[in-house]
T-cell receptor
C-alpha cells in the first residue's frame, strides 16, 4: 500500500532553533500534502494544505512565518518551524494524497523545545 | 462547521468484541474513515466506507453506517491486546479535507 515517510521521528533542541521536518511519499506522487499538529490526548489539528508547486494554504490561526511549508516536488514536502519556542513543542504529522485517496499518514515527528 | 464526536474511552476484555461509535453532523459527507493510532506513531488507515453503503466488513473489522442518524460504528471482533490504540473517526466531502473526531482510546484487558 501507499507509504509516507516522515523524518525525523524525534527532535529535541534549544529555544530559538529552526527545525525542518520532511515528508516523503515513497510509492506514489503526492499532489497534495497536509500538515497536522496533535497535542497530547487530543485529535489532529490541520495546520496547512500544500499542493505541489504552489504556496501552502494555512488554516486560521496558524502563523505562516512561523511554520514554513515547501512542496517543491510530487514526493516531498517540508515543514520548517522557525525560531522554535517551548510552546511549539508538539507532535507533528504529515499526510499525502495522490490520484487515489484517502490520505496516507506519516509516523509523526515529536518536537521538544527546551 | 462540521463536527465529529466520539466517546473518549472504551475498555474490553481480550477475545470480546469492541464497538467504537462515532456521530457526525455534515449531511454532505461522502467518505467516512476509521484510523488507528498507536503510541508515538502516525495514523494508520483501517477502513473506509462510502456514504451510499450501509456496511463494510474486512476480516475482523465491520463498519456500520446509519446515514439517516449520521452514526458510524467500528466493530472489532476477537479483540487482541495489539488492538489497544486510539481510534479516530473522520469524515470528508471530497476525500481531501478531513474532519477528525477526538479519538477513542481502546484498552484491551487480559
Amino acid at each position: 500500500g501507499a507509504v509516507v515517510s516522515q523524518h525525523p521521528s524525534r527532535v529535541i533542541c534549544k529555544s530559538g532553533t529552526s527545525v525542518k521536518i520532511e515528508c516523503r511519499s515513497l510509492d506514489f506522487q503526492a499532489t497534495t500534502m497536509f500538515w497536522y499538529r496533535q497535542f497530547p490526548k487530543q485529535s489532529l489539528m490541520l495546520m496547512a494544505t500544500s499542493n505541489e508547486g504552489s504556496k501552502a494554504t494555512y488554516e486560521q490561526g496558524v502563523e505562516k512565518d512561523k511554520f514554513l511549508i515547501n512542496h517543491a516536488s510530487l514526493t516531498l514536502s517540508t515543514l520548517t518551524v522557525t525560531s522554535a519556542h517551548p510552546e511549539d513543542s508538539s507532535f507533528y504529522i504529515c499526510s499525502a494524497r495522490g490520484e487515489g485517496w484517502p490520505q496516507h499518514f506519516g509516523d509523526g515527528t515529536r518536537l521538544s523545545i527546551l | 462547521g462540521e463536527d465529529v464526536e466520539q466517546s473518549l474511552f472504551l475498555s474490553v476484555r481480550e477475545g470480546d468484541s469492541s464497538v467504537i461509535n462515532c456521530t457526525y453532523t455534515d449531511s454532505s459527507s461522502t467518505y467516512l474513515y476509521w484510523y488507528k493510532q498507536e503510541p508515538g506513531a502516525g495514523l494508520q488507515l483501517l477502513t473506509y466506507i462510502f456514504s451510499n453503503m450501509d456496511m463494510k466488513q474486512d476480516q475482523r473489522l465491520t463498519v456500520l453506517l446509519n446515514k439517516k442518524d449520521k452514526h458510524l460504528s467500528l466493530r472489532i471482533a476477537d479483540t487482541q491486546t495489539g488492538d489497544s490504540a486510539i481510534y479516530f473517526c473522520a469524515e470528508s466531502r471530497d476525500g481531501q479535507n478531513f474532519v477528525f473526531g477526538p479519538g477513542t482510546r481502546l484498552s484491551v484487558l487480559p
